[in-house]
């Protein structure tokens, strides 16, 4: 059921948290999906070839449409899980479904205050509401729970208070379970495709994400970490408001990287932020080997000062955040060093470390690989090299993030080649901390950076062989 909240938004008044109810609604979906299949398939043959593969296109992004707006409306783990399938779908979902799952990254509506309401009484108690005036309006809702602005009566401190859904977590299970069999049903997937390995990390993804505990946990050390950094800006943790089901924070003003503030600061400004970001990500994986992998623009907002040091980056949200093994990170390190040094012998050393590439692959598919890593370098390459592209960098070297296509082309890469035979579902590591790189640039191209970053990434390699010799 849905009503309007004040904002105009259609909000859920109910929730179907059951397992049996929610295994209803997802196995009606898929049974529609099988009789449409059969109806499709009949039709096409009777199709030309050109109309067969335009009707298939057409067939499949209807499928998918279907499929994201029941787990739209269903919430919970069967929807963040619908998430992370358009991520990992682009190595075996019809470009279509990809394309149509990928909108459920963005904002959903939200569930109505007589839903949540009983969840913030039970963790916190009658007691600690009443110091609390609570907006019933959510500033924010997503698929496992939702914010609302609070204020502390006796010192009036601004705060978010994070409701997670009733029923999620008891949920998962059930939900990755149906998920599964429903993906079978619409026929989304090649045939003799293990999606195991998929749903496990997916399964282990959405239990991380409603820990709230651990999620308090990553905001203390990414807190701890950063402090003293006047660069960014992390929520405090409340922990007297802060339970299972319920993280309270600070409140830290921002704005959207859309404002119209952040995109009319100068480019010098916006280029310093853009550096922050990148220096953020970098510290992140190769120093700390702890990431936020979630790279929505929800969780990275911007605080405009009066003056250019005043610029603040506010980080929300650590809930996807994922530690990575020092071995891991020192391979993945190899590919990065032997794409910018053009040395492909390092790059497939690192690939097949991780399981990412193997040596019985056959060099076509090897040298695409390898192709396609140094195309993704591109932004760090030496002003001065010869093979860089002159016309995606300013007059002064910087490369100018805002007009590059880089994505649609080491995308090209992937998909023309050999690459894309024998490189399918990747090592669940790399799908997650491609996620956020990918943000990273998309949030870069966002700003318009005009960056020379060589000598930032080139640190951050250093460091990470350092810290790995350490180790050994």
Known sequence: ?????????????????????????????????????????????????????????????????????????????????????????????????????????????????????????RSLGRARLRELDIDTRPMAAASLGQVHRARRKKDGLELCVKIQYPGVADAIESDIRTLSRLLLMTRLTPKGLDLTPVFS???????????????????????????????????????????????????????????????????????????????????????????????????????VGETAEEDRIVLLDFGAT??????????????????????????????????????????????????????IVEPFEAADDPRTDRKARNADGAYRWGDSDLPMRTGKIAATNALSVHFRVPPREIVFLHRRLAGVFIMLATLRCELDARELLLAALHDAHALAAADA
């Open 322 to 375: 994922r530690i990575f093994g020092r071995g891991f990170i020192e391979s993945y390190s190899d590919i990065v060093e032997g794409a910018l040094r053009r040395d492909r012998e390092q790059t497939l050393r690192g690939a097949t470390a991780i399981g990412l590439m193997n040596a019985s692959m056959p060099k076509p598919a090897l040298d695409a690989f390898a192709a396609m890593c140094e195309a």
């Open 1 to 121: 059921m849905a009503s309007r909240d004040d904002s105009g938004k259609d909000s859920i008044t109910a929730l179907k948290t059951g397992s049996i109810e929610r295994g209803i609604a997802l196995t009606r979906l898929g049974v529609g999906a099988g009789a449409k299949l059969v109806a499709h398939s009949l039709a096409n043959i009777f199709r030309g070839e050109i109309s067969r593969d335009s009707a298939n296109r057409d067939f499949y992004e209807r499928q998918a449409q279907i499929l994201a707006d029941e787990l739209g409306k269903l919430k919970g783990s069967v929807m963040k899980a619908g998430q992370m399938l358009s991520l990992y779908g682009q190595y075996f979902l019809p470009e279509e479904a990809v394309t149509v799952l990928a909108q459920l990254q963005d904002d959903t509506p939200p569930v109505a205050w007589n839903v949540v309401a009983p969840v913030l009484e």
């Open 201 to 303: 990390e997916v399964r282990e993804m959405l239990f991380r994400e409603v820990d709230y505990a651990a999620e308090a946990h990553f905001t203390r050390s990414f807190a701890h970490r950063l402090q003293g950094d006047a660069r960014y800006v992390v929520p405090q943790v409340i922990d007297e408001y802060s339970t299972a089901q319920v993280l309270t924070t600070s409140f830290e003003p921002n704005s959207h990287v859309r404002d119209p503030r952040v995109q009319a600061l100068s480019q010098a400004r916006r280029n310093r932020l853009g550096l922050a970001f990148l220096d953020l990500f970098f510290n992140e994986f190769f120093r700390w080997g702890m990431v936020q992998s979630d790279p929505h623009f929800g969780n990275y907002r911007f605080r």
